[in-house]
């Protein structure tokens, strides 16, 4: 099967400008993560989407971070405007979801986008 | 609540030696755990998982592991370590259909 697509693989842009990563997941996979992990790092979880409605984005910095899974299969995460911190690698993933699933539960990463702010 | 700890930020080893990453965890629930592993500029790649199942895990490239319950361990090992293997490894917890990653472990492989 095709796994997770990301693009674009490497971005790099001034502070203040806007920036937006795409993700394309895995054909049938209910649910939907984004992770920022930042050099040195495990992997935060940004937001996560099931189906096409929002489950968990408490840790989304909503002042300049928005996210959208429309029609519930692709996702766009935007960042406008962006800072200095907010360097790091944007990991998309996905799973099936649903607990009775077999591999229900399982994260299929993408290879990631690679932000650089200056 | 959730937490997982790996208990070496880096790990270093030479090339045919055993592998030992630790790897201890606080859930609320019964948990699902698993260990992923990231190649520079690369995406995380699922290494095994323990879902209830055996408690003796096996996985890919001759990686294992073992749900110790009364020890809140899930160690990751390998009997003779390849210099393919160097990389970091992240132990991660799943309950309530969310994922806790540990901090990471940077395995270097000496020849």
């Known amino acids: 099967e095709a796994g997770v697509a990301q693009s674009p693989r490497y971005k790099i842009i001034e502070k203040r400008q806007s920036v937006a990563f795409w993700c394309n997941p895995i054909?049938?996979?209910?649910?939907l993560y984004w992770y920022q992990q930042i050099l040195g790092q495990g992997p935060k979880l940004l937001i996560q989407?099931?189906?096409?409605?929002?489950?968990?984005d408490s840790q989304l910095p909503k002042d300049r971070f928005s996210a959208e899974r429309l029609k519930g299969v692709d996702s766009t995460l935007k960042i406008q405007p962006a800072k200095l911190e907010d360097s790091a690698v944007y990991l998309c993933?996905?799973?099936?979801?649903?607990?009775?699933?077999?591999?229900?539960?399982?994260?299929?990463f993408g290879a990631g986008s690679r932000l650089t702010v200056l | 609540a959730q937490s997982v700890t790996q208990l070496d930020s880096h790990v270093s080893v030479s090339e045919g030696t055993p592998v030992l990453l630790r790897c201890n965890y606080s859930?609320?629930?019964?948990?699902?755990l698993f260990w992923y592993v990231q190649h520079p500029n690369k995406g995380l790649q699922l290494l095994l998982k323990?879902?209830?199942?055996?408690?003796l895990v096996k996985g890919i490239n001759g990686f294992e592991a073992e749900f110790k319950k009364s020890e809140t361990s899930f160690h990751l090992t390998k009997p003779s370590a390849h210099m393919s293997d160097a990389a970091e490894y992240f132990c991660?917890?799943?309950?309530?259909?969310?994922?806790?990653f540990g901090s990471g472990t940077k395995l270097n492989v000496k020849p």
């Open positions: 993933a996905s799973s099936l979801g649903g607990s009775t699933q077999a591999g229900a539960n399982v994260l299929t």
């Open positions: 989407f099931q189906n096409n409605g929002v489950v968990d």
């Open positions: 991660v917890v799943s309950a309530g259909g969310k994922f806790y």
């Open positions: 859930s609320s629930y019964s948990p699902s």
């Open positions: 054909s049938g996979h209910a649910t």
């Open positions: 323990y879902t209830s199942a055996a408690t």
